[in-house]
């Protein structure tokens, strides 16, 4: 058993992110180049002159720079291969912002606040990724502690009780032990500071500016009592925490935006005994009794209802999970009419609402953990990122045979010799 | 915008301020029981710290490691410890003084402390350890303690935290209860059991209970319900005398029926724990040696 040196500093975030061996990256990296030219059809000897360069570069140093070009396609093909997000429909469309020369921890800050701003607009939210600074070997850059951009304190009483969102107990102790002053008057929505761990391991704490962070006074269409239990959430959902993997390069400082499903915040977040756990003050509001077999779903729905007037009453994006759903379905025709097979992590894409009634729920799917894609750490959601396809091409400088079975590579030498032909990429399953 | 930085003492007036005499222990004693006077608003103010912090010799060691050598400020600090918030205030020594030597003869020297701005400590709400340098993935078993740094029993909500941050953290990783017994508050366990599934949904766990009076013996209503509630592996600490044997007997045969693991640590007490679990941790090991890790 490996043991540890109680003197070793401690690094979370070195610990999070995958660890690629020399040949692993540079097999990743070379798989990546081509993916971009291909799928761009860009002409082939730019690809070999490219490769060559990120090969000599890798064996100098251990690292390599994506182009803005590389970075903007590989954060889409991270969210388009990402198997747990339902709203992958518009991964072409997501913007990339290029913040990779930032690395003081007030200057991200500030482009973290940029980043809602622009991402929230006039209320059409636009998903937007913000991309730091790269991990280079073992020197990690500053990243974001904080899970979201917006978040809500939790506080944990001494009686046992908790004000707040239970999630983010342990980052509100965090950010009042380095010096946040809760407000005067807590509330169960109070809107933490960004927290910010610099590249020497020092933390730092930023607020806000006002009016960043909208929010959206949750109220009912017809059941007026609902306004009385004071809720209300963020319009934008930023995640801020999930490390970015593209060609072997990590970038651990990648908040990225997308637009909320109503049964994200009415199903989940409300309603989660480890959330907020408003089943039963929610029911009271609505009027429902708490009999039968059925007063849970009947809460829950009214909560949905709730959500999505309020949002649209503000003007702000929202979906519900059956939109959510279908849009889900067309990415998943639309990614096989182009030759890919979707992935797909079947219990995060079904929603939590009226499961069987949204089409997702019948469909067959599979997470391949493709790279690129977003994960959290490496212990967890990032721990089979790549296996696949690595364990797919059998050596390094024999990529040009996808397998062993003679039957296999000659569909996929087919395949290759098609997609060259058409301008655009074939996979077995089309053929 | 910016808040705060964590490797700045802020230069802003401090909000206690003591005059301590290092070399002469008992005027410094009398300051500090003075000074836990004084502030009847402060949940308590313990200044033992700064002594340990002069002994460091300037030594950059974190401020919760000092806590166990206070030693002789013990006097003073039982009765800020008893208070009911159970808060600790760090003192911290401006770095000049730090770096004198801890003896000067006969030449007074007054030395002063001052209080760390949001420094407020809840003895019985540590951090959750961060386990990332720990093989979860691997092991998938953590350990998790139920002795809060004040050494008192931790209580049950600051324990489904710690719970519901494994879960979110690790995926709902198995989990090895150690230090104190998770029987040594009447009513911890039955609370724990009925709550725990809802915090970690699936999570399995091993505990140890004691079986001597100061314990609450669980009832074969509670062992099936922990069982129910994934209590896979059940060390049951006992000193061996005659009244232990038929508790244990009968103990055994309730987790037995109800499909737990049992192990009996018969020597527990005999190693000197305490009322509530072995004395200083010392039985962490043996829990530990016990787990059968899934690879």
């Known amino acids: 058993m490996r043991t540890i040196p109680s003197t070793m500093p401690s690094n979370p975030l070195a610990q999070r992110l995958r660890v690629l061996g020399p040949a692993q990256k540079l097999a990743e990296a070379e798989r990546f180049i081509r993916q971009f030219h291909e799928e761009n059809a860009l002409p082939d000897g730019d690809c070999e002159r490219r490769l060559r360069e990120v090969r000599a570069c890798l064996a100098r140093t251990g690292h390599y720079d994506h182009t803005p070009d590389e970075l903007a396609f590989g954060a889409r093909i991270a969210w388009r291969n990402h198997g747990r997000c339902i709203g992958r429909l518009f991964w072409k469309s997501l913007v990339v912002v290029d913040r990779r020369n930032v690395t003081d921890p007030a200057e991200i800050a500030a482009c973290c606040a940029e980043h809602l701003v622009a991402a929230r607009g006039d209320g059409r939210i636009r998903s937007t990724i913000t991309v730091f600074a790269p991990a280079r070997g073992s020197e990690l850059p500053a990243h974001i502690e904080s899970r979201q951009l917006t978040q809500y304190a939790g506080y944990l009483e001494f009686d046992g009780s908790i004000l707040g969102d239970p999630a983010n107990i342990e980052a509100t102790r965090s950010a009042i032990a380095l010096g946040w002053r809760a407000p005067a008057e807590r509330s169960a929505f109070d809107l933490l500071p960004l927290q910010i761990c610099d590249a020497h391991g020092r933390r730092h704490l930023f607020e806000l500016p006002e009016g960043t962070a909208q929010e959206i006074p949750i109220v009912h269409p017809t059941l007026p009592g609902l306004a009385a239990l004071g809720l209300r959430w963020y319009a934008v959902p930023a995640v801020s925490s999930m490390t970015l993997t593209i060609g072997g390069i990590e970038y651990p400082c990648a908040p990225f935006n997308g637009f909320y499903m109503a049964s994200e915040i009415a199903s989940r977040n409300f309603i989660d005994a480890t959330r907020y756990d408003l089943l039963a003050p929610a029911a009271a509001a609505l009027g429902i009794a708490a009999r039968g077999p059925l007063w849970k779903d009947r809460v829950v729905t009214e909560l949905n209802e709730a959500v999505l007037h309020s949002f649209a009453r503000a003007g702000v994006m929202i979906l519900d999970h059956h939109a959510a759903s279908e849009q889900f379905m067309e990415f998943f025709a639309k990614e096989r009419s182009a030759g890919r097979e979707p992935n797909g992590d079947w219990s995060w894409i079904v929603p939590p609402q009226a499961s069987s009634a949204c089409p997702v729920y019948h469909l067959p799917m599979q997470d391949r953990h493709l790279v690129p894609n977003y994960y959290g750490s490496v212990a967890t959601d990032g721990a089979r990122l790549g296996a696949e396809q690595a364990a797919a091409e059998p050596a390094h400088g024999a990529s040009g045979d996808i397998s062993r079975c003679p039957f296999a590579r000659g569909l996929g030498l087919l395949a290759r010799s098609m997609s060259k032909s058409l301008r655009h990429p074939v996979s077995l399953n089309a053929l | ?295």
């Open chain 2, 1 to 295: 915008m910016h808040l705060a930085r964590q490797d700045a003492f802020p230069s802003s007036p401090p909000p206690v301020r003591l005059r301590l005499r290092p070399i002469d222990a008992p005027p410094a004693r009398r300051t500090l029981v003075a000074a836990v006077r004084s502030q009847p608003t402060l949940p308590s103010l313990v200044a033992g710290l700064a002594l340990a912090i002069v002994r460091s010799r300037g030594d950059e060691a974190s401020f919760l490691e000092l806590a166990p050598e206070v030693g002789e400020w013990e006097d003073a600090l039982v009765p800020a410890l008893l208070r009911p918030t159970d808060r600790i205030m760090l003192l911290d020594a401006p770095p000049t003084l730090r770096a004198l030597p801890t003896t000067l003869g006969d030449i007074p020297v007054v030395r002063e402390l001052r209080a760390i701005p949001g420094a407020f400590v809840q003895l019985d709400a540590p951090p959750v350890p961060d386990f990332s340098d720990y093989p979860v993935s691997r092991t998938r078993v953590l350990p998790i303690a139920l002795r809060a740094p004040s050494g008192r029993h931790r209580n049950l909500a600051e324990t489904l935290h710690e719970i519901r941050e494994y879960a979110r953290r690790h995926a709902t990783p198995d989990l090895v209860f150690v230090d104190h017994a998770v029987n040594a508050v009447p009513g911890f366990l039955g609370e724990l059991v009925a709550a725990i599934q809802t915090h970690a949904p699936g999570v399995q766990w091993m505990a140890a209970v004691g079986l001597d009076g100061r314990h609450e013996i669980p009832t074969r209503r509670t062992v099936r319900a922990a069982a129910l509630a994934g209590l896979r592996v059940l060390v049951i600490r006992a000193d061996g005398s005659p009244s232990d044997e038929s508790s244990l007997a009968e103990l055994c045969r309730h987790a037995s029926d109800a499909g737990i693991a049992v192990r009996v640590d018969r020597n527990a007490l005999r190693r000197g724990a305490g009322p509530t679990g072995p004395a200083g941790g010392g039985d962490s090991g043996t829990v530990f040696d016990s787990i059968a890790l899934k690879d």
